[in-house]
Structure formats: C-alpha cells, structure tokens
C-alpha cells in the first residue's frame, strides 16, 4: 500500500442535545447532534415534540427563502391535483 493514502481517523465525541455523549471515531472530529437514537422517537416508543419550527427556520436562514415570498399566498400549502379526476366533496 502507498504510505499516507488514508485518512486520519482520530477519536472524536458526538455529544447529544439530551446530554448523550457518544466516543468514536471520525474524520470530521467532535461535533454535536440533536437528536439520537436514546432520544429519537423512533428508538424510545415515547412520543416526543421535535422543534419542527427551528428546522424550518434554519433552512430557511441557510438557503435565504423568506416566508412572505410564497407562491400561493401567505401561509397557503400548495396541493398539486390529478387531471381528469373530479375532486371528492
């Protein structure tokens, strides 16, 4: 094998939102989640309030869209319809 060809895989620390910290392994060294498998719904079979409202306005900051530049309208969910299908009242 050629000398230096992989990279350097040193321990890292995944720390948790809910306090779990998990050692491993990384590339990309210690970095922090919000959610893990001893918090996910998911894993638990608790139901939990997952902070929807900060996803969206993270993305909404990381990509620049701005909540009043909809397209439908203020607020309004566009719904795409079949063609040639009546709607069900």
Known sequence: ???????????????CACGNIVETHSTRG???V???SNCHPFFTGKY?????AGRIDRFRKKYGSNPTET???????AVPVAKGKKAKA
């Open 1 to 15: 094998m050629k000398p230096e060809m992989h990279p350097v895989y040193p321990p890292s620390r995944i720390t």
């Open 30 to 32: 210690s970095f922090s």
């Open 34 to 36: 919000e959610i893990c």
């Open 48 to 52: 939990k309030l997952v902070d929807t």
């Open 71 to 77: 397209a439908a309208g203020e607020g309004a969910i």
